[in-house]
């Protein structure tokens, strides 16, 4: 956490910010790029764009890219589109902000219109980064595009899809819920995966992200944290949840129906 879906989330808060000017800019150096201070003070927001988990703001001579570790979160006119991280803590601060930015035309009031608040610093704050070695995003996957994506990986399933060059915005839940939903085991290799399984993974990312989007991120699937911390039984066929380490990263799964 958290992941594309929230950076989604708090790319549309942010459209708040489209036709009003910077004026000023608060930066923890950190984990900042130099000079994000300097050059932005003055400059109109044109359009906000996320890639992956990545938030960019556009505006006409940068780009501010907000980039989300474990940690961290996005406050929006003194509003969280997203009031706490799951496996993060939900105080707010001051001395946890890493970014804050005034605008004109904003709410009146001395509430910064951006901060980023994050207690582990794990996340950073970019000027003009060069995202081009990122993959196909989330929300735009299909089977053709997985299937490229995929093609000569020989790793397990679960380490590709977090590859952040293969799929852009895929995290830890997501990939679990996306494998669980497909029927295919976290720690199949990808040269093993027959091209009905590809299109299975690719219709679930397709299909199931946009409704966890709608119910609020990426906790909301079936492999819930309640459920991943109990390791009850698998809600489509009652067989005992496993967890496991896969790649440096905790894998959960159902041994009966992934396979």
Not at 156 to 164: G, P, S
Not at 224 to 237: I, N
């Amino acid at each position: 956490m958290p992941e594309g879906l929230e950076a989604e989330i708090w790319r549309s808060a942010l459209d708040a910010l489209v036709g009003r000017t910077i004026t000023d800019v608060w930066i923890d150096d950190r984990v900042a790029d130099p000079g994000l201070a300097v050059v932005l003070p003055g400059s109109p927001v044109e359009r906000i764009e996320r890639c992956g988990k990545v938030i960019r703001i556009h505006t006409p001579d940068h780009v501010l890219g907000l980039h989300f570790g474990m940690t961290g979160r996005v406050i929006v006119d003194g509003v969280a589109p997203i009031e706490s991280l799951e496996y993060a803590s939900d105080k707010d601060r001051p001395a946890w902000d890493r970014l804050r930015l005034g605008t004109a035309g904003a709410t009146g009031t001395d509430i910064p219109a951006l901060r980023v608040n994050d207690p582990r610093r794990l996340g950073r704050s970019s000027l003009d980064a060069d995202l081009d070695h990122l993959g196909v995003d989330i929300l735009s996957v299909d089977t053709d595009l997985l299937a490229v994506a995929l093609d000569g990986r020989r790793a397990a399933i679960k380490t590709v899809l977090l590859d952040q060059t293969v799929v852009a915005g895929l995290g830890n839940l997501c990939a679990d819920e996306v494998l669980w939903w497909s029927g295919v085991a976290p720690q199949r290799s990808v040269d093993s995966l027959t091209e009905p399984e590809v299109d299975s993974i690719a219709s679930a990312i397709a299909v199931r992200l946009p409704i966890m989007l709608r119910r609020g991120g990426s906790t909301m699937g079936e492999l819930d944290p309640t459920r991943r911390q109990a390791l009850g039984s698998c809600p489509r066929d009652l067989a005992p949840l496993q967890r496991a380490t896969i790649g440096g990263r905790t894998a959960v799964w159902c041994p009966g129906h992934q396979q």
